[in-house]
């Protein structure tokens, strides 16, 4: 029997095809997007949460045929966000079908009876309080089955949230508040549970685990803390993915180990002061010299918002190799930068032959304990055989970058679901203690539905992260647009569920005595870094389905 939200969906797919057909049409196969900037973001937009929808349904409809206590509530959870992508569907092609170059069937509606009392139904408000009622008596902590699991990531998620609510939870509050680095010992301990290899093969002294696996412990660590453990795996994964996709055997044999073990920490230096998410305009330059015998290439120019580069024993830094502007990001290659480890929020870093690397920590209103470094290259020498690739690398960063980016998006899906599944679950532990008006304000309706609301946002962008990440462990083609558009819902739900799980806290979500409070602040940088969310909606997922380059 198809559910009421396949049948919703079925509908929304082929309104979603139409609206893409004419946008395609208007932006010449997404040639010219930018002239049609706004339509773009709303397609990418809609076409997203249809991903989680289908995602969410498909995981609801095993659930119930494993016969799992979880079903029934997936369900009306499935139901719910089918309903609201629905109406999101539906208004674009009402109110702003002019925007699509399309003229609206104002008659045709949302489709059949079906969809429409599923409307009436499952979008009733009703219907969210009853989802909310369920986490406030049970809890809200996640321990559903994974889809198409033998055990080992259920295994592998109980042990992570052992390890972060045992050794990061308790100190993820001091690091915040006094902006302190990441403490030694768990960077020593994530070293010894192969976090920081968990997706390089065992012959480069990895782990060898699935991207599923890797996405559901970093889920698990950023519930404790988003950047004190979460993050920690991302550029070593981003790194590790440029590597084995285009490093010679020798730098893979070099290189990868040592960062699975731990031994080297990775920073990554892309953006540019005056250059964000226009990376093929770089111009932190790479020049070919000799350097006390050696041959290489200095740096020179600046890098910014380097996230771990004073802690960090290597960058992964994008340079332009080749002076005419004209190549674009044809003239970039990727570097591997060696440099000493530092814990301050300021650093020189000398070389005997006259280089000079300086870096600089900005002040940050959350994602305390990483520090994000302004950094300065003056002559800073860097050794032929650390150009990734060798010769045959150079000129080809852009791309290795780029597929290393697709898997930090895929993880910063994962990082944005932990830090909301951690906001959910603060909220429904603080409205069952809280009283107001002679009871708990979880009694109330209101508090009933928000709680609902909050928890469709966190179930879909787990099930869209979670089905990014199969068809990255898949190799599928649509595996780089599923992981751009998990880590733009994801992101933007760790936002609205933070602010509403702070503001059913009252005056006390603005108090630095309830963890809300960090997870408000950490939660603002998640659509801003991997891809600020206008350029990723335009320039990733909305070129992608519209056909352009």
């Known amino acids: 029997m198809t559910s009421p939200a396949k049948s919703a969906l079925v509908r929304c797919r082929y309104r979603l095809n139409e609206l893409t057909q004419a946008l395609r049409s208007s932006t010449r196969d997404g040639d010219a997007i930018d002239g049609h900037q706004v339509a773009t973001r709303r397609l990418a937009g809609l ?6 929808g289908e995602a969410l349904e498909r995981h609801a409809h095993a659930a119930q045929l494993s016969g799992d206590a979880h ?12 309903v609201d992508t ?40 009703s219907k969210y309080r009853a989802l909310g009622a369920v986490l406030i008596e049970g809890g809200a902590a996640n321990n559903q089955p994974i889809e198409h699991d033998t055990g080992e990531v259920a295994e592998l998620r109980a042990s992570t949230r052992r390890f972060a609510q045992a050794v990061v939870a308790p100190e993820a509050e001091r690091i915040h508040r006094e902006d302190l680095l990441v403490p030694e010992h768990f960077i020593r301990e994530m070293s010894a549970l192969g976090y920081f290899g968990m997706s390089i093969p065992e012959e480069f002294g990895g782990v060898g685990m699935s991207n599923l696996s890797m996405v559901v412990a970093t889920e698990e660590l950023s519930a404790a803390s988003l950047p004190a453990a979460g993050s920690l795996i991302t550029r070593p994964e981003i ?8 490093g010679t055997e020798d730098q893979k044999k070099a290189w990868l180990p040592r960062v699975a073990s731990g031994e080297l920490m990775v920073a990554v230096a892309v953006t540019e002061p005056n250059v964000g998410s226009d990376v093929a305009s770089l111009s932190c330059r790479a020049e070919p010299r000799t350097v006390g015998g050696n041959a290489g290439y200095v740096l020179n120019g600046a890098k910014a918002w380097c996230t771990f580069a004073g802690r960090a024993n290597i960058l992964a ?45 900005d002040a940050t209103i959350g994602y305390r304990g990483m520090h994000s470094f302004t950094l300065q290259f003056q002559d800073y020498f860097v050794p032929a055989e650390n150009l990734v690739g060798g010769e045959a690398g150079r000129g080809k960063g852009f791309y290795l970058q780029m597929g290393g980016f697709a898997a930090g998006r895929l993880q910063t899906g994962g990082r944005a ?50 089905a990014a990440a199969r068809a990255m462990d898949e190799q599928s083609p649509r595996a780089t647009l599923l992981a751009a558009m998990a880590k733009l819902l994801a992101c933007r739900t760790a936002v609205e ?53």
């Open 47 to 52: 076409a997203t949460r249809f991903e989680a």
């Open 71 to 82: 079903g029934r509530w997936l369900a009306e959870v499935s139901n719910a966000w089918a």
């Open 86 to 125: 629905s109406i999101g569907v539906a208004e674009a092609y009402w109110l702003h079908g002019a925007e699509f170059a399309l003229t609206p069937d104002l008659t045709s509606g949302l489709g059949d009876a079906a969809v429409l009392d599923l409307v009436r139904t499952a979008g009733a408000e």
């Open 239 to 246: 790194l590790a993915k440029a590597l084995l996709q285009g």
């Open 317 to 361: 830094l994008l340079a332009r190799t080749e002076p005419d502007p004209k190549l674009g990001h044809k003239g970039l290659s990727l570097f591997i930068v060696e440099k000493d480890a530092f814990t301050g929020h300021d650093f020189i870093m000398r070389q005997p032959t006259g280089g000079v690397m300086q870096g600089k920590a």
């Open 417 to 466: 679901t932990g830090l909301a599944q951690a906001s959910l679950e603060a909220a429904v532990n603080y409205v069952k203690e809280r009283p107001q008006f002679g009871r708990a304000i979880a009694e109330y309706q209101s508090t009933q539905y928000e709680i609902g609301r909050m928890a469709v946002k966190v179930e879909a962008a787990r099930q869209l992260t979670y």
């Open 497 to 549: 569920v933070s602010q509403a799980a702070q503001v059913l806290h009252g005056g006390w979500g603005y108090a630095e005595e309830y963890a809300i409070s960090r997870y408000v602040c950490d939660a603002l940088v998640l659509p801003i870094f991997e891809g600020v969310e206008p350029i990723l909606e335009m320039k990733v997922i909305g070129r992608t389905l519209l056909g352009g380059a």
